[in-house]
């Protein structure tokens, strides 16, 4: 049985010594006001210097405890900076040790994540510890919860898993487990990564069911590959194939909460609309998309389809996130008369969507599909949009 140095399950700080405001007066409950969904934490409270935001700054000091045993481990998520976004332990008055959380770019997780230092080399003596936040932008915050000393480390999650996989259906049915630690899931097919994202894979029963398309692979045989899975998870053995997009017990567009007049996706987080148009008898919806979450993350363009705009029909995703990073808002036309060019090599008077996107890195992407592609049967479109990557200095 391990030590609790500290849960942060109070309605204070204890004996920690609070300097600055990032902090607040007590540990948070969680998710504080214009922050990210926050999980991965235990219990009720947690430390979580988004107070004020991302531009506050301050630090938590610890009474004096001794190393008594082999391991000091935690929780920690939040930003990466070293030196300015951190925990550090503090023997003899200097810094031994010291984490940070993994973020220091736009998207990532806000999930706090297990880590341990081994203390064998300052056994017996007295130490303090120091959570910072000296950061003053993007993921300028620190999180951390249940730091505890042990004899040993609770079971570790299994790391890289590759997990060989025939479709044997049109949707790969994928677990979720709302707040647990995400993970990072890449598919395989023909030696190349066809897609990526991360979610919440759960380790047991699933709070709900995401899909993933995998027409144009059926038959096919893939590799799933998984960076992390948590010690004892069942993920693999609930990972399945269906020829529907839902579970056949599911209550779907019944739920006590789902809009009814309002258009919203199957499953996962929806937000702004783009590229919305009228072509060939139907009215397109394009909007922000993330398949997999309930929250923020991996950027597609949703699309969907309505003859009346009160009657839509989810189509699958239009844009996937690229080598270049996701896919975020954007516009597009309606090109009647193929003047881009795009129609490739076709002589007679042919339509073309173009679309543009910012991607993460600031560069400006287009992508263009014919639209006699857009058939009744199976409505499959990844592979009917062709990608262009421009220079981020060009203006189009």
Excluded at 103 to 109: K, M, P
Excluded at 212 to 223: K, S
Excluded at 280 to 300: A, S, T
Excluded at 330 to 337: C, E, Q, R
């Amino acid at each position: 049985m391990g030590i609790i140095v500290a849960d942060f399950e109070g309605n204070d700080y204890g004996d920690w010594k609070v300097e600055g405001e990032a902090f607040g007066e007590k540990p948070a409950p969680g998710t504080l006001n214009g922050q990210g969904h926050v999980a991965g934490f235990k219990g009720k409270g947690l430390v979580n210097s988004y107070v004020g935001g991302d531009n506050s700054r301050g630090k938590l000091t610890s009474p004096e405890f001794t190393l008594s045993k082999r391991y000091l481990t935690f929780l920690i998520g939040g930003g990466g900076w070293k030196g300015e976004t951190c925990m550090n332990l503090m023997v003899g008055g200097k810094v031994v040790v010291s984490a940070t959380g993994p973020n220091v770019v736009s998207g990532g997780s806000k999930n706090l994540a297990f880590r341990y230092w081994d203390l064998s080399k300052w056994t017996g003596k007295t130490a303090i510890l120091e959570i910072v936040d000296n950061k003053s932008s993007g993921w300028g915050h620190i999180n951390v919860d249940q730091i505890e000393l042990r004899d040993d480390l609770p079971p570790q999650p299994k790391l890289n898993v590759a997990h060989p996989m025939k479709v044997s259906n049109r949707y790969m049915m994928l677990p979720v487990k709302n707040g647990v630690e995400k993970c990072n899931i890449e598919i395989w097919a023909n030696n190349k990564k066809q897609y990526f994202f991360n979610m919440e894979l759960a380790p047991s029963d699933p709070d709900w069911w995401a899909f993933l398309d995998l027409q144009e692979f059926n038959g096919a045989d893939i590799e799933l590959r998984i960076d992390k899975l948590t010690a004892g998870s069942k993920a693999l053995e609930n990972i399945h194939f269906s020829s529907t997009d839902v579970k056949a017990n599911n209550l779907l567009y019944k739920e006590e909460y789902r809009p009814q007049y309002h258009f919203c996706s199957k499953r996962g987080w929806l937000n702004d609309p783009n590229r919305l148009c009228y072509y060939n008898g139907e009215y397109h919806l394009f909007y922000q998309h993330n398949p997999y979450g309930v929250n923020w993350g991996n950027m597609h363009w949703g699309h969907a389809v309505s003859k009346d705009l009160i009657h839509w029909k989810q189509l699958p995703e239009a844009l996937y996130p690229d080598a270049l990073g996701p896919m975020f808002s954007g516009s597009a036309v309606v090109d009647h008369l193929n003047s881009s060019g795009f129609g490739y090599g076709i002589t007679t008077q042919q339509e073309t969507e173009f679309f543009c996107n910012n991607a993460q890195t600031g560069r400006q992407l287009s992508a263009h599909r014919l639209h006699e592609a857009r058939t009744g049967a199976g409505d499959s479109s990844k592979a009917l949009f062709r990608c262009h990557h421009a220079d981020p200095h060009q203006r189009h």
